[in-house]
């Protein structure tokens, strides 16, 4: 399985940014593709998830209500869709396949940088 994330930039705070992860291989039904993040100095956290085969999304309690987890049709690319941004959702964000949430994935994708300036 390979990933790659995109759609990161540098915007300001209250600002809207959509991640894209583009997923190719084979990933079984029960798969989840994750997000994570990871801030300078800081270990890296979960922050969505939707399981592969039924659609079912999770969301890390300190993006809910902010950022949805979501996918076409087709179930790539998986799009992480971030509102009102704050300065402390600046990091670099992951994509990976594997198990919810747990930081040991399958694979990982290379990040895309988010940077929200105040």
């Known amino acids: 399985v390979q990933l790659q994330a995109s759609g990161g930039g540098l915007v300001q705070a209250g600002d809207s940014l959509k991640l894209s992860c583009t997923a190719s291989g084979r990933i079984y039904s029960s798969g989840v593709i994750n997000w994570f993040r990871q801030a300078p100095g800081k270990e890296r956290e979960f922050v969505a998830a939707i399981r592969w085969g039924s659609g079912t999304t999770y969301d890390a309690d300190s993006v809910k209500g902010r950022f949805t987890i979501s996918r076409g049709i087709a179930k790539s690319p998986v799009y992480l869709q971030m509102n009102d941004l704050k300065p402390e959702d600046t990091a670099v964000y992951y994509c990976?396949?594997?198990?919810?949430?747990?930081?040991?994935?399958?694979?990982w994708g290379q990040g895309t940088q988010v940077t929200v300036s105040s």
């Open positions: 990976a396949e594997g198990e919810m949430a747990t930081l040991s994935q399958r694979f």
